[in-house]
Each structure stands twice: as C-alpha cells, then as structure tokens.
C-alpha cells in the first residue's frame, strides 16, 4: 500500500518549523511533501507562520497581524527568518524540478477568508505545471467556502480534530469532492465507510510512530503528516520488510 509522508511544518523536528530550511531538510530527507501554515500580515501579505501570536517561536510578545510588516521582517525563529509564501512557492518549484512533490498549504481560521484566498492563489495556481501537487486545508469552513467559490483547480481538503466538525460538510457546496484531514486517532475503519467517497483523500495528523502510520496505510489513508519524514519513513519500510520475511 502506498503512503506518501507530508513533512509537518517541514522537518520540524530538525529544524525550526515552517522556516526555509525545515522545507528543504524535509525534501533532502525524502518527504513526498511538506506542509506549512499561512496567515496574512497587516500589509495582506501571505506569511508562514502557525501561531496568532509571535511569543512561542519568535520569544517577541504581540499578536502576528499587529505587527507591521518590517517588524516582522526582522524577527526570527531560531535564527531563521519568517517566510512569505512565494519564498516556500520558489523553493517548492526548484525541488519539484527534480521529482514531484505535494505541497499541503494551510490557512488558518479567519474572518477574511476571502482575503486570504485572494492573497494566495495568484501564487499557488502556476505550482501544478510545476510538478507541484497543491491540496489547500483549513479547520475554518468559512474558508472551505471561499476556496470553493474561487477558480482553484487543486485539491481542497477540511482539517478536523472532532468529529462535530464533520458538519460542516452538510452545507458546504460540493462536499463530497473535498478530501479530509482528521485527527489521526478519529481514523478507523467505519470512519473511512462513512466518508470515504471515490476520488477522496485521507491525509492523517501528526503521525510520528511507524506502527500507527502503518495502521492509517491499512485502511486505505493517502498519507500521513508527520514531524519525522525521514525516520518514519525509513522505519515503516523496515516493519514491512520484517513482517514480509519468510
């Protein structure tokens, strides 16, 4: 069965996450892809970042939109800089020259979700000649509604970490033509009956242990985000391997 590894905020367990070099340590360590989170500045530029405030990864206190733009310019996560999203759009597209690769961008809840998609496409929509598989997820169905009411052409996926979020699917348009990204635990096999459709995907968060990628690969899930990409999956071919011997 084929599982493709989505690296979690890029190599996040070797290097500072969702910076330019946790990107390229995951695709020198062998991900199918990487996943990052966007958020717009004040300025309406799409920025990689996860958190709404920039204390945890920046150790500097106030809220990420709040900042002006040049402040946010000179922080620095672990050393690195904070990037925007053409910067990560250009480095995908140099790496994809050499094999192909998903790039699973997400947008974090807001109440400008028209906003964020407008800010973004002109930038992820040239990534498919590219070689680049582009999949846009958010928890925020307000987003999911946007996406779909956009000229996108990729893959629009809903995140959930609880199943009442689930639904939303029951008046999203086009529900059955979006893929899923649960919570890896929510994922067993009446989970997939139920919402499984043809042509969906199931893409699972945050896997770091073999035996339960392998598990999540049993049932038919499409790949796993993971903190480790290379670690992990080194030791799930090792698990096949061991469990194939005569």
């Not at 956009?150 to 979006?178: G, N």
Request: aromatic share 6%; glycine share 6%.
């Amino acid at each position: 069965m084929t599982l493709d590894f989505i690296a979690h905020r890029g190599d996040s367990a070797r290097f500072p996450e969702n910076t330019l070099c946790a990107f390229s340590g995951a695709i020198d360590a062998g991900a199918d892809g990487v996943e990052c989170d966007v958020r717009l500045d004040r300025a309406g530029r799409p920025r990689v970042f996860h958190d709404d405030d920039t204390l945890r990864l920046t150790g500097v206190p106030g809220g990420f939109a709040d900042h002006p733009p040049e402040r946010l310019d000179a922080l620095r996560v672990s050393a690195e800089p904070i990037p925007d999203l053409a910067a990560v759009a250009a480095l995908l597209r140099a790496a994809a020259a050499v094999r192909p690769l998903t790039w699973n961008v997400e947008f974090k809840p807001t109440s400008h979700a028209a906003a964020v998609v407008a800010a973004c496409l002109p930038t992820l929509a040239p990534l498919a000649a590219a070689g680049v598989t582009v999949v846009v997820s958010s928890f925020d169905p307000r987003v999911i509604a946007a996406l779909q009411h956009s000229a996108t052409s990729f893959k629009i996926a809903l995140l959930y970490d609880d199943l009442l979020a689930l639904r939303a699917l029951r008046w999203l348009p086009r529900a059955d033509a979006l893929d899923l990204h649960p919570r890896h635990d929510l994922v067993d096999a009446p989970h997939v009956a139920e919402y499984g459709r043809p042509g969906r995907a199931f893409r699972c968060w945050t896997v770091d242990e073999p035996a339960e990628a392998l598990r999540l690969a049993a049932l038919g899930v499409a790949a796993v985000v993971t903190n480790r990409p290379g670690p992990l999956r080194a030791a799930c071919a090792a698990q096949r391997q061991a469990s194939s011997a005569p």
